[in-house]
């Protein structure tokens, strides 16, 4: 582990004051085929530029993050991944933080070339990035770097909702007796710990599915620990619910955003509607955790 040197106003710090600002619900801009038709959408880049444009029209000044899923611009090309680059600096020229979902996991020069692509000076550049850790945690160290060096973050797979990963996820680990979820969230508190020591967040978050609380059992404490941001999907069409996040998280629900895509989404492309549900599950949601 390297130790953290901020350069620039921490992710930590610019997570915090904005899920104080606009609320802890993030919007996945998810433009899936099915909803691509259902607003009179192309299935083409072109397509996919006019569904995230109208997306961030609706709701640009009233959310704080937002999470476009790469391969659903990826498929259509050149056209679609010139989508994506419009989309996130559009996420910034609303002033909300972006999250590039790309869950990105490789190792040595890949894996720099990764991290430059989305925490550097490229066109792709986010504010945090989603990262797979199964290839080992250290694999990810040009990102955990370089996201510490420009004031980004990074959103670390920890536990996740498809049932796929549950025994991967819970395998006990030979070397330190620790399952594998258990020895990534010990990993994340490690290189959060300098900014744990000075109070303020580490730029270093996790991805930790709203639907995992069997899964989650025995691991609260540790989870405390990890002084990062957390990211939980599966809200609404996955299944969870606003108690499931405050029972699941319990005092850590002050480092939590949600996001919810086709709850949503589906609701467009009236943007009225957009607004109107948004507004009903921010309201819903500051009031469970706050309970």
Sequence with gaps: MMEETAVEESFGKRFQQMRTERGPL???IDPHPELLEAWGLPRSGAGVWDFSMRVLDALGDVCGFFKPQSALYEEYGSSGISALTATLRAIEDVGALSIADVKRGDIGSTMSAYARAYLGDGPLVADA??????????????????????GRGVFVLTLTSNPEAGPLQGAMMVDSGRSVAENIMTQVAAENSTSASQGQLGHVGMVIGATVAERMQGLEEVLQDTNGPILVPGFGAQGGTSQDIAKLFGAA????IISSSRGILRQGPDPKGLQETFSNNLVSLKAILAG
């Design 253 to 256: 629900t002050n480092r939590v």
């Design 129 to 150: 990035m989603t990262v797979s850790p199964f290839l080992g945690f250290e694999s990810l160290r040009p990102a955990l770097d370089l996201a510490r060096e420009r």
């Design 26 to 28: 993030c919007v996945g």
